[in-house]
């Protein structure tokens, strides 16, 4: 009788422990046109504590974002892949952008390399998109080089408006914003006539 006690208290304490290590996630939310809103912050508590956050794409743009469980039928017919679906098991975790959308993020004045060696630099995720598509720049300021993400209407707006900065789409060139675009270098220039 006694074992019997031990083993059904051991028994409660490891369901509890489990249970304890399987919160319910909150996730943001969004789908479809929504996500491309930058204004809209929606948040989605998962129904189930073995859920997780999801982001899913179609190249660089949002279709939706939120609890695994909610994925619309017709995006779960969808054959996925790796670069189509961003999993993930932390509270409000889904903010990434697609991982075949990769940009060198650096500023010279921190980092050396960001100016004349950027293809030394690891590409790394954007945050999601709230544009319909996510461009890599580059922007020379002075004597500072900028490398990042434009994810945002009004950041590419902005890069398209300035003529020391250059867009690029990473889903069409792996570190497209590596290349040197200094005055001087015809490399420069031809790269600006492929984005502009």
């Keep these: 009788m006694k074992d019997t006690a031990i083993l059904i208290t051991l028994a409660l304490v490891c369901l509890a422990g489990h249970a304890a290590g399987n919160s319910i996630l909150t996730c943001h939310s969004c789908e479809g046109a929504q996500c491309q809103r930058s204004s809209l912050h929606k948040e989605q508590k998962c129904v189930d504590s073995l859920d997780y956050c999801v982001t899913v794409f179609a190249e660089a743009e949002v279709l939706f974002k939120g609890c695994s469980l909610e994925i619309p039928n017709a995006l779960r017919a969808r ?25 060198i993020q650096c500023d010279s004045s921190k980092d050396s390399n ?19 598509n996510s461009y890599c720049y580059v922007k020379t300021s002075g004597s500072t080089t900028l490398r990042g993400c434009a994810t945002t209407e009004s950041d590419q707006q902005s890069c398209l408006g300035d003529a020391n900065c250059l867009l690029c789409s990473p889903g069409d060139i792996w570190n497209c914003n590596a290349v040197n675009i200094s005055a ?3 490399l420069g220039n031809r790269f600006t006539r492929f984005l502009r």
């Design 184 to 186: 001087t270098t015809t």
């Design 79 to 103: 054959s996925p892949d790796s670069h189509s679906i961003h999993k993930c098991n932390t509270d409000r975790c889904n903010t990434v952008g697609s991982a075949k959308h990769a940009c």
């Design 114 to 132: 960001c100016d004349q060696n950027a293809a030394a630099l690891e590409a790394a995720r954007c945050a999601a998109p709230t544009a319909p």
